[in-house]
């Protein structure tokens, strides 16, 4: 029973769900916007920070991207705002601020 | 050559094979077409501690589960066994008793509750020694158990144990002549001792 | 042509499970079942299959671990028993919900305190609601054709359930006794190559099994697995049709013998029923119109056809080898009850507990049973509707 993930909602009857729930795709977290949770949200001071990478590998939402040795910005879909990256930045270069 | 099924029960001490010589009559009877149980009663087991095994051999499908109470033969592999466990315990008084002893019939007679079938004493230790240098008593009990007991023709036996010891001790044949050796001393002890009490 | 041979009911399971070859074993040992891992790694270790054997560090670990392998696209397997069982507890419920046809070698031994090491079904009764097909054996026969027959059910696209496939400790599976196998490759062809349609280790088709479910979903995939469970009840028929078909041996959910005119019937599980149907070979040549209705698969539970196969008996003993401590009767005693009465099958019954912990139950306790049962019915006895058989009063 490989059913399309997208398809599955919680107003589908039991008898279009898979057996055990199996989902039938990989990468299904990226359809699913944690950014929306968000009551506060980090904000970069590029000119505090060292490129020391502390930040990026704590992030339980992996939003923030390192391409090339160098972190990017945020990626704000799926930042929740949990504030660790602000919390383990050596360089006081991430400040939280209250709001979307 | 009997149609039911033929019950015993075997006596020992953990480590001497009372188990394994149960699974051999088992294997024997098998290979003669008898339908067969053997089977082990696990107690706390350790060296030396008092175990029972069973057989059941049957020219009938044996469906039967339980113990054995009221066997028709009974083999005592250890003579010190006599005094603690009741070995004649609803043992049939048409049946008999095996008892692995160097001692005689007449000293052992009283060890046995006034039991009134047959007693049979082998002296397995002995015949082990002779045969093979070392103390194995299975092949000598068994051999006394297949004769009195009748489950099977002894030639049939006999040719059976030949392969299977064959294919057993297939690195080791002179293993296989001393084992062939403690059977056929052990039935010939048999043989004759039947002859006397008939 | 079968292949006639003598073997312990560890031995014929160990065989089948040669013959099967399947992809992944961990395991851990426990008495009585241990023989089972240490004869399966003996045929990895001679080259005899390429199973790989897994020696893991506890029964949860082996409980995971064929989860794991199970859900990365592996036929596998375990085996165990009593304690073993319980601590794979929490992992039996994975194993069922996540669907995965996983199967294991129950050798029946009773669960702690007091510490024994011989047979009686509280293990698997203890499990009889983690969502796992169980099927029972009287004989090593059954035990060796009943492990055959459980990848055909286990693996079956309607079912995807893991199955246990359970024998009494030390009564069969350290007993020798006569036994048909059948040639490697009727098994093989009859098993057949486990081609799941989805598994982890596929790159081309990701998945992911297990997710966590919140309310929204969980009812709904809870009912998913029972009617799975409701699948597996003509699969396990049309099984057992075809492995008739290949043995002339045929199975279904129970087993009937002398049933059709019995008067007093003796529902029971496992080895004790060939002990009982001694007994009843007795009573008949007495006169007394007295059968046995020997329950194979317990889960699923065949409550209709047992209430339909009892209906016209004046008393049944429902034989329980465990002890639910509901302060009135075993698992079975319950499970049947539930059943007569929904099919409105007014039949007396009685709840007997025997062979805990290994206490022998004989051809003269089955009797004793069936002479109660009469007693209670023609002479008006009273009878306890729950108690125990074989116990020191």
Redesign the interface.
């Known amino acids: 029973m490989r059913t399309d993930v997208t398809k599955i909602t919680e107003t589908s009857p039991y008898a279009e769900l898979t057996e055990g729930l199996k989902i039938y795709a990989g990468g299904t977290s990226k359809k699913f916007h944690t950014g929306e949770w968000r009551t506060s949200r980090p904000i970069m001071n590029w000119e505090k920070c060292k490129q020391c990478l502390l930040c990026a590998p704590v992030c339980p939402d992996s939003s923030i991207p390192v391409a090339d040795g160098k972190r990017g910005n945020f990626e704000m879909d799926y930042c929740k705002g949990c504030g660790i990256c602000a919390s383990v930045c050596p360089f006081g270069a991430i400040e939280m601020k209250e709001g979307q | 050559m009997n149609s039911r099924t033929i019950e015993m029960r075997w006596h020992g001490r953990g480590g001497q094979g009372a188990k394994t010589a149960a699974l051999l009559l088992a294997d024997v009877a098998f290979k003669t077409g008898k339908q067969v149980q053997g089977f082990p009663e696990y107690g706390p087991e350790r060296m030396g501690a008092p175990i029972t095994a069973f057989n059941r051999v049957s020219d009938h499908k044996i469906r039967v589960h339980s113990h054995i109470y009221t066997p028709d033969f009974v083999v005592v592999v250890d003579d010190t066994l006599l005094e603690s466990v009741d070995v004649t315990s609803g043992l049939k008084a048409d049946g008999a008793i095996i008892i692995n002893t160097s001692r005689s019939k007449e000293e052992i007679l009283p060890l046995l509750k006034g039991y009134k079938g047959g007693v049979y004493t082998i002296d397995a230790r002995k015949i082990s020694i002779a045969a093979l240098g070392k103390y194995y008593p299975n092949s000598p009990m068994l051999a006394t158990a297949v004769a009195v007991s009748g489950v099977m023709d002894t030639e049939e036996f006999l040719d059976e144990m030949q392969a299977s010891f064959q294919h057993k001790f297939a690195s080791k044949p002179e293993v296989v002549e001393g084992n062939m050796m403690a059977l056929k001393m052990a039935l010939e002890e048999v043989t004759r001792k039947q002859q006397e009490v008939a | 042509m079968s292949i006639k041979e003598?073997m312990s009911g560890n031995e014929a399971v160990s065989y089948a499970i040669k013959q099967i070859n399947p992809d992944v074993m961990p395991a851990f040992p426990i008495t009585?079942s241990t023989e089972i891992p240490q004869m399966v790694s003996g045929y990895v270790a001679n080259g005899e299959i390429d199973t790989e054997f897994i020696a893991v560090e506890s029964e949860h670990s082996a409980m995971s671990a064929a989860v794991g392998a199970s859900a990365a696209g592996a036929r596998t397997l375990t085996a165990t028993s009593s304690c073993g069982l319980a601590l794979m507890w929490e992992v039996l419920h994975i194993a069922a919900?996540?669907?995965?046809p996983i199967a294991l070698a129950l050798v029946n031994r009773t669960l702690s305190g007091p510490i024994n090491?011989?047979c009686d079904h509280s293990d698997s009764m203890g499990a009889r609601d983690s969502g796992w097909i169980q099927i029972y054996a009287?004989?090593n026969q059954e035990a060796y054709d009943n492990f055959i027959q459980a990848y055909r059910i286990a693996e079956n696209k309607e079912v995807?359930l893991p199955v246990m496939i359970c024998q009494?400790g030390?009564?069969?599976s350290?007993?020798?006794?006569?036994i048909e196998l059948l040639e490697d490759e009727k098994v093989k062809a009859f098993v057949g190559e486990y081609e799941p349609?989805?598994f982890l280790l596929n790159p081309g088709?990701?998945?992911?099994?297990?997710?966590y479910?919140?309310t929204?979903?969980g009812?709904?995939?809870k009912?998913?697995?029972e009617i799975?469970m409701e699948n597996s009840r003509s699969v396990i028929l049309d099984v057992a049709r075809e492995f008739a078909a290949l043995t002339g041996r045929k199975y279904g959910y129970f087993e009937e013998y002398h049933l059709e005119d019995a008067e007093y019937a003796m529902l029971i599980i496992g080895?004790?029923a060939?002990?009982a149907?001694?007994a009843v070979d007795e009573l008949r040549k007495t006169g007394k119109k007295v059968g046995i209705l020997k329950l194979r698969v317990f889960r699923p539970f065949p409550g209709k056809e047992i209430a339909q196969a009892l209906k016209n008996v004046k008393a049944v003993a429902v034989m329980d080898r465990s002890e639910s401590y509901r302060g009135g009767g075993g698992p079975l005693g319950v499970e049947v009850g539930s059943a007569l009465f929904m099919e409105r099958v007014h039949i007396e019954a009685v709840n007997y507990i025997y062979g805990l912990a290994g206490r022998?139950?004989?051809?003269e306790n089955a009797i004793e049973v069936f002479s109660e049962m009469e007693a209670m019915v023609t002479e008006g006895r009273e009878v306890p509707q729950y108690q125990y058989v074989g116990l020191r009063k």
């Open positions: 003598r009585p919900s996540n669907r995965l090491i011989n009287e004989n995807l009494d030390f009564i069969t350290h007993a020798v006794e006569n349609e989805d088709k990701p998945m992911a099994v297990g997710p479910a919140v929204g979903y009812m709904e995939a009912k998913n697995q799975a080895s004790a060939g002990t149907k001694d022998d139950f004989t051809v």
